[in-house]
């Protein structure tokens, strides 16, 4: 009579950590899931600020100014 009594509270003990950590293994994995979203957030943003940058150094860039070139012709 023991033994089946401490068999069943082992199983109802397992069966109560298991739910526990199935319980934390749903708050991680939400956890997860959010800050694959925030990283994938960022990296659209780091591609817009880089493409920004890229059409901003396009419009800056322009020709050389050729001042040195006419003072060398002037002597």
């Not at 068999?7 to 939400?30: I, N, Q, T, Y």
Request: proline residues 3%; without cysteine; hydrophobic residues 30%.
């Amino acid at each position: 009579m023991d033994l089946k009594y401490d068999l069943k509270h082992v199983v109802e003990s397992m069966k109560g950590k298991l739910a526990d950590s199935e319980g934390r293994a749903s708050e991680w994995e939400s956890i997860a899931v959010f800050k694959e979203q925030e990283l994938s957030e960022q990296k659209k943003k780091v591609a817009e600020l880089e493409e920004s940058l890229k059409q901003e150094k396009a419009k800056t860039a322009g020709p050389v100014p050729q001042e040195n070139k006419k003072e060398g012709e002037d002597k």
